[in-house]
């Protein structure tokens, strides 16, 4: 594991651990297997020691970071059970919904099985059939409470015909299938795929490795394919100038739906067979953007309350906006630098984000910073139930807040500085220099500094519901917003938006517009 990951976990969890000596931690090995993948369930067995205790607390997370909402993954923990290094059982009690408490330990070896049972394909849940096995750490290893910042170590053994395992875990030297994490942060941000893997040729930014290994990946141009994700890399490396990492992996889980971001690799859903027209070419390079740019955006360029992370009730922020949202901003600007796509298609996909928003009641009752809260029980994109018309999805808002926000210290700085400074200096400053994530003043702060002046305008609309003033920001780069809306069938209107380029730009705006395109 890379060093600057190795160091988060430091950072985040520092606990004082009364039960255990600076020389003598206690162990934590688990395995892994999956004697009937056909069963849709895996075997997990945990062997720990060096306890001077005699109670142990054991917890199975309710959420994965990169997910903000709670998943109840010890629902499918089946058939515990704890014994001492005779053999014996010992006490094991289930104190609520993903506790366990074990009796009677001090100074033993304890070894407890249990079971995993999987019945949805996602993302961010652990999925096993016949021919794969998808674990999501954080809906596998239960984790000693209070004692998460031990290393631990994850040995799997693989099924008959099972040829690969792709994770961005530590490979424990030359040993086949033995896994190290230097604390639980890390071990919880390193999803296993295993299986009948396709690995496709990797390449190399600024001398670091960049591979793409999955499932069931289908059939497309593989050359091409990989030629663009390394432009879309060398793209967002670009915007920080920094790689953190020693090697990324993408990780691609099969057909379906999703992603979610980590510090040295991602998990995605991925059907190749579907790469057919250059929209679907740009759908599926945006996602890999957004993606690849979270292990900046999110993983260290982080809000504050993003670590330590509380597996138990989640952590809620007002800065998802910030976390997603401008990770969608960036995911369209890290395609348009990479070359992959025109100017056209770039205003389209504002464009689309721009009538979703505007087409959407829920503007007028949630704010950006609410919907980044509330996402624990509204979801990412706002509620579909009850409340539905009356919530926001940041993942909208935000890159439309972002757009505005990037053209104002552009034209602020007479074009000298952009929301790329931004990012810079988060980065720089906060995850490197002060091993922290950011508030919500720190942020304005930031972006006030690269502006040299105030952005409180802009902050109305994060922490309000005040209608976006589109045309002040878009005209500073020559740009406007074209309205061709028409009655609908029931004689309503929904809007039809586009963002286009002016007839006529003067040569501050000619200016600012091909910085902003990197022209």
Not at 17 to 27: L, R
Not at 80 to 87: D, F, L, Q, V
Not at 471 to 495: C, H, I, Q, R, W
Request: negative net charge; hydrophobic residues 35%.
């Amino acid at each position: 594991m890379p060093a600057p990951m190795q160091l988060i976990g430091l950072f985040w969890l520092c606990q004082a651990c009364t039960a255990i000596s600076q020389n003598n931690q206690p162990k934590i090995n688990y395995t892994i297997s999956i004697p009937n993948p056909a069963s849709h369930s895996y075997h997990i067995r945990l062997e720990t020691s060096g306890w001077n205790a005699d109670e142990l607390t054991l917890k199975l997370p309710q959420w994965m970071p990169g997910y903000y909402q709670v998943m109840h993954y010890a629902k499918g923990l089946e058939n515990i059970s704890a014994k001492n290094h005779s053999g014996k059982s010992v006490s094991l009690e289930k104190s609520n919904e993903n506790t366990f408490i074990i009796k009677g330990i001090r100074q033993s070896k304890l070894s407890i099985e249990y079971d995993m049972k999987t019945d949805r394909q996602f993302v961010a849940n652990s999925y096993v059939d016949s021919s794969r096995a998808y674990i999501i750490p954080a809906n596998t290893f239960l984790y000693p409470d209070g004692y998460i910042q031990l290393p631990v170590s994850v040995k799997i053994d693989l099924p008959a015909r099972w040829n690969k395992i792709a994770t961005g875990l530590d490979p424990v030297n030359a040993k086949t299938n033995e896994y190290t994490a230097s604390d639980f942060d890390i071990l919880y941000d390193c999803p296993i795929l295993i299986g009948d893997l396709e690995e496709l040729p990797s390449f190399k930014v600024k001398g670091i490795e960049h591979r793409f290994i999955g499932y069931h990946i289908g059939q497309f141009d593989r050359t091409l394919f990989m030629d663009k994700l390394n432009k879309v890399v060398a793209s967002a490396i670009n915007i920080i100038g920094d790689i953190p990492y020693k090697q990324y992996t993408f990780i691609a889980i099969g057909p379906g739906r999703g992603g979610i971001e980590h510090l040295n690799n991602t998990s995605f859903g991925f059907d190749g067979s579907q790469l057919n027209t250059p929209e679907a070419v740009t759908r599926v390079l945006n996602f890999l953007a957004h993606e690849y740019f979270h292990h900046y955006n999110v993983k260290r360029i982080r809000p504050f309350e993003l670590g330590p992370f509380d597996y138990d009730q989640g952590s809620r922020t007002n800065l998802l906006w910030v976390s997603e949202g401008l990770s969608v901003y960036y995911e369209y600007m890290i395609v348009k630098r990479a070359g992959l796509v025109d100017e056209e298609t770039l205003l389209a996909e504002f464009s689309k984000n721009l009538n979703t928003v505007e087409n959407n009641p829920g503007r007028h009752f949630q704010s950006l910073a609410q919907a980044s809260y509330n996402t624990w029980q509204d979801g990412p994109f706002g509620t579909q139930r009850e409340e539905k018309g009356k919530t926001i999805s940041y993942y909208d808002k935000g890159p439309l807040v972002g757009l505005l926000l990037d053209l104002e210290i552009r034209h602020a700085t007479q074009n000298k500085k952009s929301l790329d400074d931004v990012m810079q200096q988060l980065y720089w400053n906060y995850y490197k220099t002060k091993h922290r994530g950011f508030t919500d003043a720190e942020f304005q702060q930031t972006c006030e500094s690269v502006a040299e002046t105030s952005l409180a305008k802009i902050f109305e609309y994060v922490h309000t519901t005040q209608e976006l003033d589109y045309k002040t920001y878009l005209n500073y780069a020559g740009l406007t917003v074209e309205d061709a809306s028409e009655p609908t069938s029931d004689k309503t209107f929904k809007k039809n938006l586009r963002i286009v380029r002016q007839n006529q730009l003067d040569d501050g705006q000619t200016a600012l517009l091909k910085s902003w395109l990197k022209e």
